[in-house]
Structures are given as structure tokens and as C-alpha cells.
């Protein structure tokens, strides 16, 4: 076929590479650092924070105490933000955690106050915890609900439940020591609590990343409909994550009861954006574009480490609501930046 | 030739891989270009850099009609100077009507855009677009209740329209469109090409991006072959037969028709009984060990949902099938799977695999449980096991942490055909396995195929395009409108044969 107009050859000098004999060649040095960078934006973000607070704050932030208190009290939202990391995995939005833990909160507040042993309080708590998460379940995987509506209905049921329960006062008669102390036992100085966390941020992180479970709820949040018809049961997956969000969360009630000593009617609510924002700003970090354990951990320490900062240089009671806001946005929006970037690089072809 | 498209030196490197290497060309006015490679040519890459998706590597600067456009530009400026393109999906809202669906693209005519809308002047407007492209719909129907070829239609027609000047307007346009007959039913097909003559003939520029040979063959005027990102042939297309234009495509010779090895065996695997779902009316037939048996008919002739009921992703109505002797009834696929039949369906980016998902990830989709052990994923014996699925398949590039979404059209189906083939089944279920994929990855497909049937696996492969399943299948049921109508086999697994039965079976005498 003489007669084809074939176009010559690229212009390319002799013995220089093909860029098509590796996908990493031709990549600079730069390249590789602005990956990194974009990679663990955050976790530079943090380290760069606690430097600078440590230098602006030299006097209170980075005191061992200060430290200690930080990790104490930020033990229980954390654990909270890995309970809606398994929800978002699968493409769903539980937004009744915060409510769940309030009733938690305030159900482990009156059976310890009843005189019923520790072990006996959390036992029920995490039993009534895993059963508005299996409610949760039945409504909207069996029902087929929109789960931000439903996990919202949730919510106001129970914020109502607590007012039933305590009549709007706080419940704090009857707490003893032996029944806090579960929360504010210390080892080194420590709060126990942050012990919990640790133990439930490994368990949560081998369930995500070294299990069949964890990638069939990521198959189920990315592609429902492709992971089931490869014989994934999306429904047993989606309803585990349900019930397992609850479970935490109860176990963060009772925590929280314990941690204070009491459990005031309102308790709950304040911990829902902050565990969102938490859960966010992990997903673009350490595996980016998906909601990821260490990722949510990192997110934790960026908020607490921002208000605790800027609550030691003095600033005024309405700057935590409004860092905990910004970085949700932030946190999302970079999101939405980094997918964006990456669906133009792709090398998409045809 | 004046006027249309004209491309120079264009080159385009992602994360080290030249996708479009030193491209030059031109698609002239009044003349229906056909653009034509395999996936991963180049041809995406260069519609999108010119529709302002991507940045080219260097700046450059293409001529439209006369007007020079520098690259890269804006989605909006390329619009502006008419190049206009139609996407695969066509891009139209099915739950709007035709004449909000013009306005995405045009606008609403109104004063301001807090002026009312006038719902009359916009409906006259649009239906004297339709007219001109022969849709007789009204404007106020919802594009969801149109069929898919008035669909195609009237997504060309918004193409190509322009709002606030004349319709002789075409005359600068040039128009890009991914495979615009590639969902249609055969008998179809020509109304969608006559449009495009339509506008060739008003002195448009029409880039034609199809994989249908036989298509081309008829209304290009003139052929761009990309490989690899470059051009390799730019030329009038009288004079090229069939065969030349593949050979351009793959860069080998054509003639490589895939054999078998072995004769089907006696026992049957699959055997089907007065199958009825929403479509299918009674369907009756059996298929025998390591047999390769094709589904033909046109769209909603019930093929998919012949596939999905027996991939356990849709209930039966009624009716009884058996696989291997015992009753067959899947209520899940994961029940169907179970029992030895894997499925590969149709729509390959939403329902065959993951795209956000790494090929890795992908291959062992509800496999993990091969790699699980003592409490843990064996994340390296998984990868090894990938890197055998990519040599055993051919897939390319073969890095099995590169996400799906990434690979080429054919690569993607090779992963989804590995997936469901490494799950030893005993019946492979394939619709539609050849759509939107090279001529290349179609034969690699096809002999993929043919191996399994030589291991005695049954295969049932479902197409509109009977050309896909010619020299593939032994026998070919032919469905219309759920009902089976026809089987074909030896000599009458013929493409002329089928397309006729399919489309017009009352014509014929019952081919059993």
C-alpha cells in the first residue's frame, strides 16, 4: 500500500528515550515533590501549625500538660470521626451519629446512676448504640430511604428521646468513681481514652484496608451497581457499616458520660461537624480521594490543634465554630480540586 | 480546499507518555472526515484538546473556517469559533424536554437572563431546528421518551444549531462525533448517517469517530488513521477497501480470523424453559458444553434481559432453566456466580467495573477471598496474581496499581472479561462485550473467547452488531421483541443473514 500518505517519523533525536517505554519516565524530580506535597498537604499543614504554635504559644502549647489535655479530650471526637469514615466508604451519609452518641451519653449516664456496674452500662450502651445503627439499616438499605434524610430523622427522634429521659436536666447523681474512671484512668499522664482510640483506629484501619470487607464497602461506595453484580452482597455490607457507626458512637456515649462525670440533656450535636469535617479533611490525604482511617486521624489533630492555638493566643469563643466551618469547606473544596486535577491529567484515551 | 479544520504539529504528553505526537491535519469543509484508530490512538486526546478539555504542550494555533484559534482555548471560545462536538452519551437530560435540553448549549432567548421565558417563541424556534434535521417531534416532548435515534439526532441538531444567527451558520461549523451510531439498532443507522450528509452537503465539516468499518466504507470522503498518537495515513477514502482501512487501523494484516481447536461437546450446560421477564416472552433453548452461542437483535429485543436474568441481576417471570442438569434460579449474582456463571455486562464504565478502583483492585473484586489469610489480605500475592491476569490477557499498559479509569476502552474490557473468566465458570454470559472497542482488542476478545470454549466452558455473547458475531458464534438466537424467532446456524451465522432476520423476521420463514 504504497500510495498511503503515511506521516514521518516524530522528530526525535537519536538515543533519546521513547517517553512511551515507562509511565514514570520523563517525570522530574519537581513533579515527583509537588505529588508529595499534594499527597500530604495536611499532614505538612499540621506539622507547620504545631511548629508555629509552639514558637507564638512557646509559653502554653507545647507544654507537656497542655499536650496531655489535648489528647484527652480530643480522644472521643476522634473515635467518632472513624465512625462515620465506614458510612462514607460506602457512599452513605450517617448523620445520626452525633444524636447517637448524645443517647448514649445520657442512657450510660442514668443505668450507671441506677447503681449497675461499669462493665454492665456499657454493655447495654453499645448494645442500644448498634441498634439505632441497625435501624438506621433496616430504613434505608431495607426500605430504600435516602440516607441523609433518614439518618436525619434519626437524629431529631433522638434528640427528643434525650429530653424524654431527663426531663432537660442533666443527669450526674449516682456517677461514681468506679464508673468513671473507665474514661480518665491515666497511664504515663494519659488519658485512657486515648488508648481506646488507638485501639479502635487499628481495628478500623485493618478492617478498611486488610480485609475483604473493607474493599467490598469501598466497591459498594464507588460503584454499587458493579460491586454487586461481582457477587458482592452490597446490602450486608452497607447495613454492617450502619451498625458499626452506631456501635462506635454508643461506645463514644458512654465515654463521654464517663470522661465528664455527667451528661447534660443537650450533649451530642456539637459533635457532628467536626467529625465530618475531620472524616473530609482525611480523605485528601494519605489515600487521597477516598475516606481513609490515618487520613481522618491527621484531620482530627489539624481542628484540635487549630482551636486549641488559637484558644491559648487568647482568641474568643466564636473562633472554634468557625475553624471547625472553614475547614470543612477548605477540606471539601481541596477535595473537589484534587479529583478535578486528576481527571484532567489522566491519560485518558478514546 | 477552503474552509473547515486544519491542525499543526499538536502534541500532547501525560505523566510521560506522548498521547498525540507532532499531529497534523485537517478536516475539510463540505467533506465528512473519518477519524479512525484503536483505543488509545490518540483520537480522544486530540477531540479534547481542541474542545478545550486539555491543554496542549505547546501552544499552537489551528485554523477554523479562516479564523485562527490558538491553543489552548476555553470550552466556550472553541464553541465560539463553531467547533462543536457530540459526546458518545450525547450529553441531553432525559427528563427535560427537547427545547430545554437546546437551551444548555444556546441559551434561553430572553431579554435578560432574568427575563421571563416564552415557552411559545422557544418551542418555534427549536421545531424549525428539528425540521431541518427531519425529527418531527415536538419540542415540548421529553427527551427520555424519545427513541435512541432521534435522540442521536436531536443531540446533532443542538450541536450544530446557533442561536442568535442564521442556520446558514453550519456552513462554519465543524462537527466532532464519538461514535454517534454506536447504541443505535442496525436498520437505524442510516437515518443518523443521512443527517450527517445533510450537514456535509450545507458546507459543514463532519469528523466522524466510529469503529464500525462498514460505516465508514459509506459515507466518509476521506479517512485520518491515528496509531499511537501519530498520523499514519491521510487520504481519500474511495480506493480503500474494508481490509486497507484495518490493516491502516492495527498496523498488521487483517486476515487474522480466529479458529478453534475443538467441536462443541454433546452434554448441554445451559438449558432454558418458557422464559419470561418484562421483555422476554417464552424463550426456549439449550446450549451445549463449550459452545459459543450469539444473541442478535435489535435494542429492546430483550437481549440484556435474557443476560441479566441468567446473571441472577434481574428476577425471571416465569419459566425454568437448568445449568449442568440441576435447576438454575439466581436471586443474586452473587447465586449465579456461585453456581458457575459469570457474567460480563453491558454498560462496562458503570456496571463491569470500577473505575475509581485500581486495576488490581479490580481483577479481584469479589475474589478477595482467595487472598485472605490467617486474618489477612496477602496484598503481594494479590498483585502477583494480577501480573498473570495482565500477561494471560494482554492488557496494556500492565501496571497493576493504575487506576481503571485510565486504561483505554479495550484494556477495560479485558479486565472485565479476566475478572468473570477467572472465576472458572462453567457458563460465561457476554452483552455487548465488543462495544466502543478496537478492532485489535475485539479479536484478542474473540480468541479469548474461543479458548474458554475449547476448555468446555458455554459462552453466550449478546449484540446489536452481528458483524461482531460472525466467525464467533456456532449457532446465533435471533430475538424480537423477547420472542426468539430465529436460530441460526453454520453457514446462516452469516452478517447479511442476521441483520435481516433481526430486523425483519416476519419476513422470513422460521430459520429452526
Known amino acids: 500500500m504504497s500510495s498511503i500518505k503515511a506521516a514521518d517519523g516524530p522528530s526525535r533525536a537519536v538515543g533519546e528515550k521513547d517517553p512511551r517505554e515507562g509511565p514514570r519516565a520523563g517525570r522530574g524530580f519537581g513533579d515527583r515533590v509537588l505529588e508529595y506535597t499534594a499527597e500530604y498537604g495536611i499532614v505538612i499543614f499540621l506539622v507547620l501549625m504545631c511548629v508555629g504554635f509552639a514558637i507564638w504559644q512557646s509559653g502554653t502549647f507545647p507544654t507537656s500538660r497542655n499536650i496531655k489535655s489535648l489528647l484527652g479530650n480530643q480522644a472521643i471526637p476522634a473515635i467518632l470521626a472513624l465512625a462515620v469514615v465506614l458510612p462514607l466508604a ?31 452500662v456499657i454493655i447495654l450502651t453499645l448494645m442500644i448504640g448498634a441498634a439505632i ?53 491515666r497511664i504515663f499522664g494519659i488519658e485512657i481514652v486515648v488508648l481506646y482510640f488507638l485501639i479502635v483506629a487499628i481495628v478500623a484501619w485493618y478492617a478498611m484496608e486488610r480485609t475483604p470487607f473493607g474493599r467490598y464497602l469501598r466497591a459498594t461506595g464507588m460503584a454499587r451497581e458493579a460491586a454487586r453484580l461481582s457477587g458482592i452482597s452490597t446490602t450486608r455490607r452497607l447495613s454492617g457499616a450502619f451498625v458499626i457507626a452506631g456501635t462506635l458512637s454508643g461506645l463514644c456515649g458512654v465515654l463521654q458520660t464517663a470522661h465528664l462525670g455527667s451528661a447534660a440533656a443537650t450533649v451530642g450535636p456539637e459533635f457532628l461537624l467536626p467529625a465530618y469535617a475531620a472524616a473530609f479533611l482525611g480523605a485528601t490525604t494519605i489515600r487521597r480521594g477516598m475516606f481513609n482511617v490515618w487520613g481522618t486521624v491527621v484531620g482530627v489533630l489539624v481542628l484540635a490543634v487549630g482551636i486549641n492555638g488559637l484558644t491559648l493566643a487568647g482568641a474568643p469563643i466564636w473562633v472554634p465554630d468557625v475553624f471547625n466551618g472553614v475547614a470543612l469547606i477548605v477540606a471539601v473544596s481541596a477535595a473537589v480540586l484534587v479529583a478535578r486535577h486528576r481527571e484532567r491529567a489522566k491519560p485518558k484515551t478514546t | 480546499m477552503p474552509g473547515g479544520l486544519t491542525v499543526d504539529r499538536l502534541s500532547k504528553t501525560f505523566a510521560g507518555q506522548r498521547a498525540l505526537d507532532d499531529v497534523s491535519t485537517a478536516f475539510p469543509a463540505g467533506e465528512i472526515t473519518a477519524l479512525l484508530g484503536h483505543n488509545g490512538s490518540g483520537k480522544s486526546t486530540l477531540i479534547k484538546i481542541l474542545a478545550g478539555f486539555y491543554d496542549p504542550d505547546d501552544e499552537r494555533t489551528v485554523d477554523v473556517f479562516d479564523q485562527e484559534l490558538t491553543l489552548p482555548v476555553s470550552p466556550r471560545q472553541a464553541h465560539e469559533v463553531g467547533l462543536r462536538f457530540m459526546h458518545q452519551d450525547l450529553a441531553l437530560v432525559d ?61 446533532m441538531a443542538r450541536a ?78 474511495a480506493g480503500l477497501d474494508p481490509d ?32 419470561c421477564g418484562p421483555r422476554l416472552r417464552g424463550l426456549d433453548f439449550d446450549v451445549r458444553r463449550g459452545e459459543i452461542v450469539g444473541i442478535a437483535g435489535l435494542v429492546g429485543c430483550g437481549r440484556s434481559e435474557l443476560a441479566r436474568i441468567l446473571a441472577g441481576a434481574q428476577r425471571a417471570e416465569s419459566g425454568a432453566c437448568s445449568l449442568a442438569g440441576t435447576p438454575f434460579e439466581p436471586k443474586t449474582p452473587a ?73 483505554s476502552g479495550g484494556n477495560q474490557q479485558k ?90 423476521p416476519d419476513g422470513e420463514e422460521g430459520a429452526r
Open chain 2, 244 to 275: 486497507g482501512l484495518v490493516e491502516l487501523i492495527v498496523g498488521g494484516s487483517a486476515a487474522d480470523e480466529g479458529r478453534r481447536s475443538k467441536a462443541p461437546e454433546d452434554g448441554v450446560t445451559l438449558s432454558v424453559r418458557g422464559l
Open chain 2, 95 to 155: 427528563d427535560l424536554t427537547i427545547a430545554d435540553n437546546f437551551a444548555f448549549v444556546d441559551h434561553f432567548h430572553t431579554r435578560t437572563d432574568l427575563g421571563p421565558i416564552s415557552r411559545r417563541r422557544e418551542h418555534q424556534r427549536v421545531g424549525e431546528v428539528l425540521a431541518t434535521f427531519g425529527v418531527e417531534e415536538d419540542p415540548g416532548t421529553q427527551v427520555g421518551d424519545l427513541d435512541m435515534t432521534t435522540k442521536t439526532i436531536v443531540g
Open chain 2, 160 to 237: 450544530v444549531q446557533d442561536s442568535r444567527s442564521s442556520e446558514d451558520d453550519i456552513r462554519h461549523h465543524v462537527l466532532f462525533l464519538d461514535e454517534p451510531t454506536a447504541a443505535l439498532p442496525q436498520d437505524e443507522v442510516e437515518r443518523v448517517l443521512e443527517v450527517m450528509r445533510g450537514i456535509r452537503d450545507r458546507g459543514g465539516a463532519v469528523v466522524l469517530v466510529s469503529h464500525r468499518i462498514d460505516e465508514v466504507m459509506r459515507i466518509a470522503d476521506r479517512v485520518v488513521v491515528l496509531r499511537d498518537g501519530r498520523v499514519v495515513a491521510q487520504r481519500e477514502r
Open chain 1, 133 to 185: 445503627g441497625l435501624i438506621n439499616a433496616v430504613i434505608v438499605v431495607g426500605i430504600g430511604v435516602n440516607a441523609f434524610i433518614a439518618t436525619l430523622g434519626m437524629s431529631t427522634v433522638l434528640a427528643g428521646g434525650n429530653l424524654l429521659l431527663t426531663n432537660g436536666n442533666t443527669v450526674f447523681e449516682g456517677i461514681g468513681e468506679s464508673f468513671t474512671s473507665i474514661a480518665t484512668t
Open chain 1, 90 to 120: 460506602a457512599g452513605e451519609f450517617d448523620l445520626s451519629i452525633a444524636a447517637n452518641l448524645g443517647f448514649c451519653s445520657i442512657a450510660s449516664a442514668e443505668f450507671a446512676s441506677h447503681g449497675m456496674t461499669p462493665a454492665l
Open chain 2, 335 to 407: 447465586d449465579a456466580l456461585r453456581a458457575g456463571v459469570s457474567y460480563v455486562p453491558q454498560d462496562r464504565r458503570g456496571a463491569g467495573c470500577i473505575t475509581g478502583m485500581s486495576l488490581q483492585e479490580n481483577l479481584s473484586l469479589g475474589l478477595l477471598g482467595r487472598f485472605f489469610a490467617r486474618g489477612w489480605l496477602n496484598l503481594r500475592e494479590e498483585r502477583r496474581s494480577t501480573r498473570e491476569a495482565i500477561a494471560e490477557f494482554g492488557i496494556r499498559p500492565p501496571d497493576p496499581r493504575r487506576l481503571v479509569a485510565y486504561f
Open chain 2, 415 to 504: 479486565a472485565v472479561v479476566s475478572r468473570a473468566v477467572s472465576r472458572n465458570p462453567t457458563l460465561l454470559v457476554l452483552d455487548e462485550p465488543m462495544q466502543g472497542i478496537d478492532v485489535g482488542a475485539k479479536r484478542e476478545i474473540a480468541q479469548i473467547v474461543r479458548n474458554l470454549a475449547d476448555e468446555g466452558v458455554s459462552v453466550l455473547v449478546g449484540s446489536t452488531d452481528a458483524a461482531d458475531l460472525v466467525g464467533l458464534c456456532e449457532r446465533v438466537l435471533v430475538l424480537n421483541r423477547g420472542e426468539l424467532v430465529a436460530i441460526a446456524a453454520g453457514a446462516e451465522v452469516a452478517e447479511e443473514r442476521l441483520t435481516l432476520l433481526a430486523a425483519n
